[in-house]
């Protein structure tokens, strides 16, 4: 049974960072694509970042520059950096995984964790 757990989450201040990370059992990261997709009130989901088996990334024009993705295989563990926190990044966050970017959205997913920038 695959299970998504991800924590990190917190409230911050604009300006500030955070390094959400997102634990993974039931399957090997190394055989995945793995993605952070945000969600908040009102607003549709929306791809943040994606890290596939070749290395390659992805970032949605909103935080290229400011948010990283990066995975331990060893530790089965997908990590998103955010710097430079803006009030627009406050969202349930939650990681994603699939055999291929295509179907991250409709993969497995984690139960997500809250961000919260606030002035």
């Known amino acids: 049974q695959v299970r998504l757990v991800e924590s990190g989450g917190g409230s911050v201040q604009a300006g500030g960072s955070l390094r959400l990370s997102c634990a993974a059992s039931?399957?090997?990261?190394?055989?995945?694509?793995m993605g952070w997709f945000r969600q908040a009130p009102g607003k549709e989901r929306e791809e943040v970042a994606t890290i596939c088996t070749d290395a390659s990334t992805s970032y949605a024009d909103s935080v290229k520059g400011r948010f990283t993705i990066s995975q331990d295989n060893a530790k089965n563990t997908l990590y998103l950096q955010m710097n430079s926190l803006k009030l627009e990044d406050t969202a349930l966050y939650y990681c994603?995984?699939?055999?291929?970017?295509?179907?991250?959205?409709?993969?497995?997913r984690g139960q997500g964790t809250q961000v919260t920038v606030s002035s």
């Open positions: 994603a995984a699939a055999r291929f970017r295509l179907y991250l959205s409709s993969g497995y």
């Open positions: 039931g399957l090997t990261y190394s055989g995945y694509c």
